[in-house]
C-alpha cells in the first residue's frame, strides 16, 4: 500500500496547499496521514473528509517548558507512526518537523519531501509583532495559511540553531524542496550554495493556488443593492489596516465590509479594536465579522457572496517573507476562483501580476483616499468589475490550480514507484 505521512509541528488544516496536494494524492491511490497538532486561533479549521486520509492531532501546549515536553513527545509519537505505518515519504511541512524528518530519513526504505511555506527570518527580534497563531513559540509561528505572514522573529538560541542546522541538513537529503515562488526558493538555493550543504534533489516552486474543484461557474450579472468587500485571513494591521475602514466611511452606505478569520498570537486584541473604530467612524452597521469558518468550502461560499476581494501587503517591509508574497498568499487566488475582482497593493510584481492582466486594481493601502477611490470605481463599473472576476476565474481554471501548480511534485512522488 502506497502511503504518505505528513508531518506538521502545527494544525495542518491551516494550509490550504497540503489539503490541496493530499488530495491529489489520495485520488491517485496513496494513503495519508498527517500528524499534527492542535493550533491557537487556527484550531477550528478542518479537512474535509477523504476515505483515504486520516488527521491526527495533539494537544495545543503555549510556550514554555512544557512546551519542550510536548515537542519531545511529537517527535516520538511522530517515530511510532512512522515504524507502524511503514510509509514511502514523509512530507514536512514546517521548520520545527525537520529535526524528526532529518532523522527518519536514515530509514532505507522512506523518502523525504520538505515544503517550506514560510522562510525563516534571522534578523527580526525575538517578539515580531506579526507572529502568528497557528504555530507553536518553540520554533516558528506563521500565520493561519501559507505565505499569508512570514516566519515571527527568532531568538537565535542553541536549539533555534539546531532547527536550522535540521533545515540545511534536511535539504540536503530530502529528494524534493517546495517552495511557494521564486524570490523564496532562489533565497533557499544561495543558503545552501553558501554552506557545505549541497541539495542532492530539485527546488520546485508550487504556488499557492486553491484546487480546480473549487473553481465556480461564471457568476451571475445580477448585482444585490449592498456592494460587499471581502477580507479573508489572519486579523492584523498590515493585512487589515484601518485605513480600510477609514476609507469606508468616505463610501455611500452601500458598500460594505465583511471579514473572515482569526487573530494571531502577535496582535491579540486587533479585531476589537477594529470594532471600536467601526463604532467611532459612524460604520459599525457596514462592517460584519464572521469569525473563523472551519471548512474552505464555505469560506469560498463567502467570496461567491462578495463583489470584490482584499489583498493588502506593506509597501514596504524589513520582513523577507512580506517582500515577497506574489504566489505564496492564497487571498488573490480564492477570490479569483470565485470570479471576484481584486483590490491588492500597489507594489510592483502584484500590479504586473493582478492588475496589468486585468484581474482587478491597485491602490496604496497607507492612504484612505486611494482606497475609496479604488473602491468607487468597481462601484460605478460594474460590468467593468464583473469581466475582472471572469478572466481571474478562466486563468485559475486554465493554470492557476494546484493540479498544476503540484504537478511536478506529484510526478516525482510516482516515480518513485518505479
Same mark, same amino acid.
Given at each position: 500500500m502506497n502511503r504518505i505521512i505528513f508531518i506538521q509541528y502545527t494544525n495542518p488544516a491551516a494550509y490550504p496547499p497540503l489539503q490541496h496536494g493530499s488530495r491529489i494524492l489520495a485520488r491517485a491511490g496513496w494513503h495519508i496521514l498527517f500528524l499534527g497538532t492542535r493550533a491557537l486561533g487556527a484550531d477550528a479549521l478542518q479537512f474535509p473528509h477523504h476515505e483515504r486520509i486520516e488527521v491526527r492531532q495533539l494537544k495545543f501546549c503555549p510556550a514554555g517548558w512544557r512546551q519542550k515536553l510536548h515537542y519531545?513527545?511529537?517527535?516520538?509519537?511522530?517515530?511510532?507512526?512512522?515504524?507502524?505505518?511503514?510509509?514511502?515519504?514523509?512530507?514536512?511541512?514546517? *521548520?520545527?518537523?525537520? $529535526?524528526?524528518? #532529518? /532523522?527518519?530519513?536514515?530509514?532505507?526504505?522512506?523518502?523525504? !519531501?520538505?515544503?517550506?511555506?514560510?522562510?525563516?527570518?534571522?534578523?527580526?527580534?525575538?517578539?515580531?509583532?506579526?507572529?502568528?497563531?497557528?504555530?507553536?513559540d518553540l520554533a516558528l509561528r506563521t500565520d493561519t495559511q501559507p505565505g499569508e505572514i512570514s516566519s515571527a522573529g527568532l531568538a537565535v538560541s542553541r536549539f533555534m540553531r539546531f532547527i536550522f542546522w535540521s533545515r540545511r541538513e534536511l535539504a540536503r537529503c530530502a529528494r524534493l524542496c517546495v517552495l511557494p515562488n521564486e524570490k523564496r526558493a532562489a533565497r533557499f538555493n544561495d543558503e545552501l550554495a553558501r554552506s557545505t550543504t549541497k541539495n542532492r534533489g530539485s527546488t520546485l516552486v508550487v504556488w499557492n493556488?486553491?484546487?480546480?474543484?473549487?473553481?465556480?461557474?461564471?457568476?451571475?450579472?445580477?448585482?444585490?443593492?449592498?456592494?460587499?468587500?471581502?477580507?479573508?485571513?489572519?486579523?492584523? *494591521?498590515?493585512?487589515? $489596516?484601518?485605513? #480600510? /475602514?477609514?476609507?469606508?466611511?468616505?463610501?455611500?452606505?452601500? !458598500?460594505?465590509?465583511?471579514?473572515?478569520?482569526?487573530?494571531?498570537?502577535?496582535?491579540?486584541?486587533?479585531?476589537?479594536?477594529?470594532?471600536?473604530?467601526?463604532?467611532?467612524?459612524?460604520?459599525?452597521?457596514?462592517?460584519e465579522f464572521l469569525g473563523t469558518v472551519p471548512q474552505r468550502t464555505e469560506l469560498l461560499n463567502w467570496c461567491q457572496k462578495s463583489d470584490v476581494g482584499v489583498a493588502f501587503f506593506p509597501k514596504a517591509s524589513e520582513d523577507f517573507n512580506q517582500q515577497y508574497m506574489l504566489g505564496a498568499s492564497n487571498k488573490p487566488f480564492d477570490y479569483l476562483s470565485r470570479g471576484v475582482a481584486l483590490l491588492v497593493s500597489?507594489?510592483?510584481?502584484?500590479?504586473?501580476?493582478?492588475?496589468?492582466?486585468?484581474?482587478?486594481?491597485?491602490?496604496?493601502?497607507?492612504?484612505?483616499?486611494?482606497?475609496?477611490?479604488?473602491?468607487?470605481?468597481?462601484?460605478?463599473?460594474?460590468?467593468?468589475?464583473?469581466?475582472?472576476?471572469?478572466?481571474?476565474?478562466?486563468?485559475?481554471?486554465?493554470?492557476?490550480?494546484?493540479?498544476?501548480?503540484?504537478?511536478?511534485?506529484?510526478?516525482?512522488?510516482?516515480?518513485?514507484?518505479?
Open positions: 519531545l513527545c511529537y517527535c516520538l509519537w511522530v517515530i511510532f507512526w512512522t515504524l507502524r505505518w511503514q510509509p514511502r515519504f514523509i512530507y514536512a511541512s514546517d *521548520p520545527a518537523s525537520c $529535526p524528526i524528518a #532529518l /532523522l527518519l530519513s536514515y530509514l532505507p526504505y522512506l523518502k523525504v !519531501i520538505y515544503h517550506e511555506h514560510d522562510s525563516p527570518n534571522f534578523r527580526q527580534p525575538a517578539q515580531s509583532q506579526e507572529a502568528g497563531a497557528n504555530s507553536h493556488c486553491p484546487s480546480s474543484e473549487e473553481v465556480s461557474e461564471p457568476r451571475s450579472s445580477r448585482r444585490d443593492a449592498d456592494f460587499w468587500i471581502l477580507y479573508h485571513g489572519s486579523i492584523v *494591521p498590515t493585512r487589515l $489596516p484601518l485605513t #480600510l /475602514l477609514e476609507a469606508l466611511a468616505t463610501l455611500p452606505g452601500l !458598500i460594505k465590509l465583511r471579514i473572515v478569520g482569526y487573530e494571531t498570537i502577535g496582535h491579540r486584541g486587533y479585531a476589537e479594536e477594529l470594532r471600536m473604530n467601526a463604532r467611532r467612524l459612524g460604520i459599525n452597521g457596514r462592517v500597489d507594489l510592483p510584481d502584484w500590479r504586473q501580476t493582478y492588475v496589468d492582466l486585468g484581474y482587478g486594481l491597485a491602490c496604496d493601502p497607507d492612504k484612505p483616499e486611494s482606497i475609496a477611490s479604488a473602491l468607487r470605481w468597481f462601484v460605478d463599473h460594474p460590468r467593468e468589475m464583473r469581466a475582472m472576476g471572469e478572466r481571474g476565474r478562466q486563468r485559475i481554471a486554465k493554470d492557476w490550480n494546484y493540479e498544476a501548480q503540484f504537478s511536478p511534485v506529484f510526478q516525482q512522488v510516482t516515480t518513485s514507484l518505479l
